[in-house]
């Protein structure tokens, strides 16, 4: 998979739901030990980035922008679609970087 990847913790109401579109999206499994509160999702083949969720009162919950990466192996067309089968959604488009959120609205960029 020719995803970049950047260690993040993402605030979420519920990190399996987001636990488990990482996890798809990069291949990945999703920490057996999840639980709505806390997951972890290894992204494959890179050496150890990790992808941390953690539940927050809704109060405390800010959305993150721009942390995330993902280069798409092939066309970003194509690994934009891939990522809305999965449930992501196309938040905005400049040039060829494409701006998506994922189940929960925590934005990422996917680019060639």
Do not use: I
């Amino acid at each position: 998979m020719g995803s970049y990847v950047k260690s993040v913790t993402f605030d979420c109401a519920d990190a399996l739901v987001v636990g488990r579109f990482w996890a798809a999206a990069l291949g990945g499994e999703l920490d057996e030990n999840a639980t709505p509160a806390k997951a972890f999702v290894e992204a494959p083949g890179w050496g150890g980035p990790n992808l941390w969720f953690q539940r927050v009162p809704e109060t405390r919950t800010a959305k993150l922008r721009m942390h995330f990466d993902l280069r798409a192996p092939g066309g970003v067309p194509e690994e934009v679609k891939r990522l809305e089968g999965l449930g992501a959604t196309v938040f905005a488009t400049h040039g060829d970087l494409v701006v998506m959120q994922d189940p929960e609205g925590n934005e990422f960029c996917v680019e060639a």
